[in-house]
């Protein structure tokens, strides 16, 4: 049984800085790449970062420079560090395999204001 468990969200500031992290159960994770995603209400959620299985990452124009995806295949977690957050980074934040599973965590809401 896929699941997927996000962790780490919070309150801050702008500019400051939040580490998320996902742990991925059900044999889905290292076998594939995996994604952070986000979504805003109203909005279609957005891929943000992937970490292939090998752990090369790409990332969206948007946080380029500010996000970093890193993955631990003995733990089966994936990692978002982000840093310089904006408020246009508040959302809640998801993982996901890349392309994505049709299960969905319950996200972590990530909020920058001052």
């Known amino acids: 049984q896929v699941q997927l468990v996000e962790s780490g969200g919070g309150l801050v500031q702008p500019g400051g800085s939040l580490r998320l992290s996902c742990v991925a159960s059900?044999?889905?994770?290292?076998?594939?790449?995996m994604g952070w995603y986000r979504q805003t209400p109203g909005k279609q959620r957005e891929l943000v970062a992937v970490?292939?299985?090998?752990?090369?990452?790409t990332y969206a124009d948007s946080v380029q420079g500010r996000f970093i995806i890193s993955r631990d295949n003995s733990k089966n977690t994936v990692y978002l560090q982000m840093i310089d957050l904006k408020p246009e980074d508040t959302a809640v934040y998801y993982c996901?395999?890349?392309?994505?599973?049709?299960?969905w965590g319950q996200g972590t809401l990530v909020t920058v204001s001052s």
């Open positions: 996901n395999t890349f392309p994505a599973l049709e299960t």
């Open positions: 059900g044999g889905i994770f290292s076998i594939n790449a």
């Open positions: 970490s292939s299985t090998g752990g090369i990452a």
